[in-house]
Structure formats: structure tokens, C-alpha cells
């Protein structure tokens, strides 16, 4: 019923700059909000860890290691969520997961979209 897909991703050399996208795709007719939205990341070998999130009502969060880096921000009217990504090291090498808790009626439940590989390599 809810598809989030993310875009955006590539290859860039240190100090790059990317901009990931995350648009939540609901079924015609269906009466939906969407509430915090953010941004995972998975390196190989590694855990998944959080990013950034968003509230809907705009507030940001961001974990440390991109603090001053990373920019998120949404679009309401477009339900897709943005990630800038500046300065970036090799250390973000890893796949990208959107994140959005959606509700429809009474249920909130969390969808996951399915990943967009993010590379930094010189």
C-alpha cells in the first residue's frame, strides 16, 4: 500500500557532494500521513546506523558524524524527503535507507525503502 523509493546515490570522490531523494508512493484513494521521516545508512560489514531525521513539522536531528555535513529537509506537498550530502569522506561509503513512519487512521507503522548505494572513493 505504501512504497517509499529512494534516488540519488553514486560514486564521488572525497569532499564530493550528493543529494539523496526518498518519495513515499500510496495507493490511489488511500488516506495517509506521514510523520518523522529520516535517513540510515549500512556500511559492508557494519550495523545499520542512523543518519538524520525530520519531524513533520520540520525539526532536525543528525548523528554526530555528519553534524555540519549532511542537510535533511522535506517536501510536504511532494511526501519526499531529501538528503544533502556535502563533504563527503570515504567513511560514508555504505547503501542509504529512508525511513517514514505513516499513518492511516489509528495504525502508524514504519516502512523502509530499499536502498541507494552512496560510494566515496578517490
Known amino acids: 500500500q505504501v512504497r517509499l523509493v529512494e534516488s540519488g546515490g553514486g560514486s564521488v570522490q572525497p569532499g564530493g557532494s550528493l543529494r539523496l531523494s526518498c518519495a513515499a508512493s500510496?495507493?490511489?484513494?488511500?488516506?495517509?500521513?506521514?510523520?518523522?521521516m529520516g535517513w540510515y545508512r549500512q556500511a559492508p560489514g557494519k550495523e545499520r546506523e542512523w543518519v538524520a531525521s525530520?519531524?513533520?513539522?520540520?525539526?532536525?536531528y543528525y548523528a554526530d558524524s555528519v553534524k555540519g555535513r549532511f542537510s535533511i529537509s522535506r517536501d510536504n506537498a511532494k511526501d519526499t524527503m531529501y538528503l544533502q550530502l556535502n563533504s563527503l569522506k570515504p567513511e560514508d561509503t555504505a547503501v542509504y535507507y529512508c525511513?517514514?513512519?505513516?499513518?492511516?487512521?489509528?495504525?502508524?507503522?514504519?516502512?523502509w525503502g530499499q536502498g541507494t548505494q552512496v560510494t566515496v572513493s578517490s
Open positions: 525511513n517514514a513512519g505513516i499513518s492511516s487512521g489509528s495504525i502508524n507503522s514504519p516502512y
Open positions: 500510496v495507493r490511489s484513494g488511500s488516506i495517509f500521513s506521514i510523520n518523522t
Open positions: 525530520i519531524t513533520s513539522g520540520g525539526s532536525t
